[in-house]
């Protein structure tokens, strides 16, 4: 084989490895979760939350989202971002608050040019689990048995967005 030809596919193979960053929107906590889809697996890179802190004003907290979400991108480059849309909130204000935190994380993937997809929290249950109406712990289980990790990802925000991950990654699979 030439070694242009070898080069080739060496480049293909690279190009069918897509790290997707999976979002949970949160104001006083954002969870993220990283993974590498290849060949039909799923591998963890990482995973996490950004805290922001109750004694910053609202645009200081959006601001910090915005500079450690940066910092992920920076550092791992992901090919498609997954964030969950908002259904419902029985708490206005925290309803408004998360709804501009997710304002910044979407504006901060678009500046990025990162693609991106938005699935709902049923659309994630189902990816995840087979069953859109799964309760939170069964949708920690299969993340955690998915992805071949030993414990259950803490906090629960960076599980949530392991699972939108894992949904992106699904979606990935499907679009080919």
């Given at each position: 084989?030439?070694?242009?030809?070898?080069?080739?596919?060496?480049?293909?193979?690279?190009?069918?490895?897509?790290?997707?960053?999976?979002i949970?929107?949160?104001f006083?906590?954002?969870?993220?979760?990283?993974?590498?889809?290849?060949?039909?697996?799923?591998?963890?890179?990482?995973y996490?939350?950004?805290?922001?802190?109750?004694?910053?004003?609202?645009?200081?907290?959006?601001?910090?989202?915005?500079?450690?979400?940066?910092?992920?991108?920076?550092?791992?480059?992901?090919?498609?971002?997954?964030?969950?849309?908002?259904?419902?909130?029985?708490?206005?204000?925290?309803?408004?608050?998360?709804?501009?935190?997710?304002?910044?994380?979407?504006?901060?993937?678009?500046?990025?040019?990162?693609?991106?997809?938005?699935?709902?929290?049923?659309?994630?249950?189902?990816?995840?689990?087979?069953?859109?109406?799964?309760?939170?712990?069964?949708?920690?289980?299969?993340?955690?048995?998915?992805?071949?990790?030993?414990?259950?990802?803490?906090?629960d925000?960076?599980?949530?967005?392991?699972?939108?991950?894992?949904?992106?990654?699904?979606?990935?699979?499907?679009?080919?």
């Amino acid at each position: 084989m030439s070694i242009p030809t070898l080069l080739g596919k060496l480049k293909m193979e690279i190009k069918k490895s897509k790290i997707i960053l999976g979002i949970d929107p949160g104001f006083a906590d954002m969870g993220y979760g990283l993974i590498k889809s290849e060949k039909n697996k799923l591998e963890c890179l990482d995973y996490g939350s950004i805290k922001t802190f109750k004694t910053l004003s609202l645009s200081e907290r959006l601001e910090q989202i915005e500079h450690e979400l940066v910092k992920i991108i920076q550092k791992y480059h992901p090919d498609r971002a997954v964030v969950e849309e908002l259904f419902f909130c029985t708490n206005v204000k925290t309803a408004i608050a998360v709804g501009q935190a997710r304002g910044v994380i979407l504006l901060t993937l678009i500046k990025n040019k990162i693609p991106l997809i938005e699935c709902t929290p049923l659309q994630v249950k189902q990816a995840v689990t087979g069953y859109g109406k799964a309760d939170k712990k069964q949708v920690q289980q299969m993340v955690r048995i998915i992805l071949g990790l030993k414990e259950t990802p803490k906090p629960d925000d960076a599980s949530d967005a392991l699972a939108m991950a894992i949904c992106g990654a699904n979606n990935i699979r499907s679009t080919k």
